[in-house]
């Protein structure tokens, strides 16, 4: 699958910088792609059958392509015929090492230990460590496997678990955990018996990827609640699947409207995911047009300031916390984030105070104090969120703002530039 330049493409990628002149009104359409949060674990599902599967709305961004390189790595054939089109198939005899370089740059790699061990009896994959947002350990996902019957020994960084055949057990999540209710649903997909995941997480992305087993023969009720239940069977064939919309792209975009929106038509996209974002931007005075698989949204006179706080889905996403948090600087008062999701994910704040933010951290809460007019500055990415956050920020700020550090912000936004450009934005990617 890898195509040809791709490690260049990458390697280049660590150079490229972003730059936007701010100040201009944004209308027009922009297509939301597929949901990389959905594309990851579907990807990762693939390696439970031999057969072929095809997915359709993957996104072009590279966690995409780190994990077409991870499911390589372990013996399957990915192809890419057209965009947003991946077709896997499995081989006999599948490796089953997920090794550190992989793993280290992205942390849902983590995702194929579940499958691997659920078809193969064996998995070997690096722990992901520590990340810029915050320890985010996999504990839970590890407690999940010793549950359905794995052994597990942790050494020199990696965790490898054994298994003859998992059988199906009781997992209860003492917090719900998006990564490890889909680990353990994919791994119960083929235990002997049946398994209850308790307080599992319900993100629309657990959704789509029991759909997507479904389609592969899995027997799987309750996705979407806070109890899922798997009935083993004793195989998975081959399937095709559609990715939902992504609802962080979209969220983005949603913010760049409530900034410097004039009729922003956002399309493709699920306007049911991202309620609790609609709700907040139109509590801070945006005017959101909603409609079957699409949003429109204008920029208001006057932005008012609104607290949140992010919670597992169906409340705020943190994903969303560092782009919502630039809007705030535009609104007239004090508004309160709290991060409650992961500790450690205000690094986009150091960057908004380059660009004249009036923001203080005190512990988990960001304290915003608006209106601020934004400058343009020279702003490092840390981390894929902060990065889209700076971008939007460089949106609305007065002169020429350039965003280093790309590589963080294409993991997961597809032609960002391309989209926004074309909506009206002056925005380039450029090598220095
Ligand atoms: C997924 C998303 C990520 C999003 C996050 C929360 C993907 C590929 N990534 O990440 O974009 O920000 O959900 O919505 O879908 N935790 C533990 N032990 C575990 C697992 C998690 O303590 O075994 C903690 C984490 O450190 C975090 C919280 O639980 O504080 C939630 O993490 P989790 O829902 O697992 O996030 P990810 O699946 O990693």
């Known amino acids: 699958m890898t195509r040809p330049g791709d490690a260049t493409r990458h390697y280049n990628a660590r150079m490229e910088k972003l730059r936007i002149q701010g100040g201009r009104l944004l209308s027009g359409v922009v297509p939301i792609g597929g949901a990389k949060n959905a594309a990851l674990p579907a990807l990762a599902a693939t390696l439970l059958t031999e057969q072929e599967v095809r997915l359709e709305n993957v996104p072009a961004v590279r966690d995409v392509d780190t994990t077409c390189k991870l499911l390589q790595q372990l013996g399957v054939t990915v192809q890419r015929p057209s965009p947003g089109v991946v077709v896997t198939r499995g081989s006999g005899s599948t490796d089953s090492e997920a090794p550190y370089e992989l793993v280290k740059t992205m942390r849902a790699s983590f995702l194929v230990l579940g499958p691997l061990l659920a078809r193969t009896g064996h998995g070997r994959v690096s722990l992901p460590g520590g990340c810029a947002i915050g320890a985010r350990p996999v504990d839970r996902h590890l407690d999940g496997f010793v549950r359905l019957g794995a052994e597990l020994r942790v050494e020199h960084g990696y965790v490898e678990a054994r298994c003859s055949r998992l059988r199906g057990a009781e997992i209860a999540f003492d917090v719900p955990t998006v990564g490890g209710t889909e680990n353990c649903m ?71 409207g409530a900034l410097a929106g004039e009729g922003l038509e956002l399309i493709n996209c699920c306007p049911d995911h991202l309620q609790s974002v609609i709700d907040k931007v139109r509590d801070a005075g945006v005017q959101v047009e909603v409609l079957a698989d699409s949003l429109k949204v204008t920029r208001p006179a006057l932005t008012l300031p609104v607290d949140l706080r992010t919670q597992p889905y169906p409340g705020f996403p943190t994903d969303m916390q560092a782009q919502f948090m630039v809007l705030m600087t535009q609104a007239r008062g004090r508004s309160v984030i709290r991060e409650a999701i992961f500790e450690n994910r205000f690094m986009h704040v150091p960057e908004l105070h380059r660009m004249g933010a009036d923001i203080s951290i005190d512990g988990r809460s960001a304290v915003v104090r608006g209106r601020t007019a934004l400058s343009a500055a020279r702003v490092m990415a840390t981390d894929l969120r902060a990065s889209s956050a700076l971008v939007l920020a460089g949106l609305l700020a007065e002169g020429e703002t350039v965003v280093d550090r790309l590589y963080h912000l294409d993991r997961g936004y597809e032609k960002l530039e391309i989209k926004l450009t074309a909506a009206g934005a002056v925005v380039q990617r450029f090598r220095e």
């Open 186 to 256: 994919m791994a119960a997909t083929l235990a002997q018996g049946v398994t209850v995941l308790r307080n599992a997480a319900r993100e629309p992305e657990i959704i789509d990827l029991a759909m997507l087993l479904k389609r592969m023969g899995a027997t799987i009720t309750g996705a979407g609640t806070d109890t899922i239940r798997i009935e083993g069977v004793d195989q998975l064939h081959g399937a095709e699947h559609r990715v939902i919309p992504d609802r962080i792209e979209a969220g983005t975009y949603l913010i760049a």
